[in-house]
């Protein structure tokens, strides 16, 4: 897929429902993984599963990691924004913290789709 402005809408479209999914508010989703394997074992496994969505979805598309990362930022950024504005200023910056590491595991798994698939066809 080469499509510049699509392909980046594309991407923040999928960071978007994907991280909505994979943390929906108001549910505590990630509670038992982060009781039973700490911290430090949630966000190994929250990169793996984004990881393995973005793979997914590269295989799908063909989308590029440069355009999901510029797509992604520009997801995250507006909705931190709205974050701030609607619900006021955070004391930890966690929010952040999470969005880079889930924003890192897709474009890592896209790109590993995309040579997957330069490589062996």
């Known amino acids: 897929m080469r499509g510049g ?3 980046t809408a594309l991407g923040g479209l999928f960071v978007l429902v994907a991280s909505y999914l994979l943390v929906v508010p108001g549910r505590r989703l ?12 949630f966000l190994l496994v929250l990169i793996g599963v ?7 979805f ?4 063909g989308i590029r990691s440069l355009p999901l990362l510029v797509g992604g930022a520009v997801v995250y950024s507006v909705w931190w924004l709205f974050l701030e504005a609607t619900a006021g200023p955070f004391d ?3 929010h952040v913290l999470l969005g880079t590491f889930m924003l890192g595991g ?7 789709a995309g040579t997957a698939r330069s490589r062996y066809g």
């Open 92 to 94: 930890s910056p966690v």
């Open 106 to 112: 897709f474009a890592v798994g896209v790109r590993l």
């Open 58 to 61: 590269g295989a799908l598309t």
């Open 50 to 56: 984004c990881l393995a969505c973005g793979a997914g």
């Open 5 to 7: 402005f699509r392909e």
């Open 30 to 41: 990630w509670g038992p993984t982060i009781d039973r394997v700490g911290e430090f074992g």
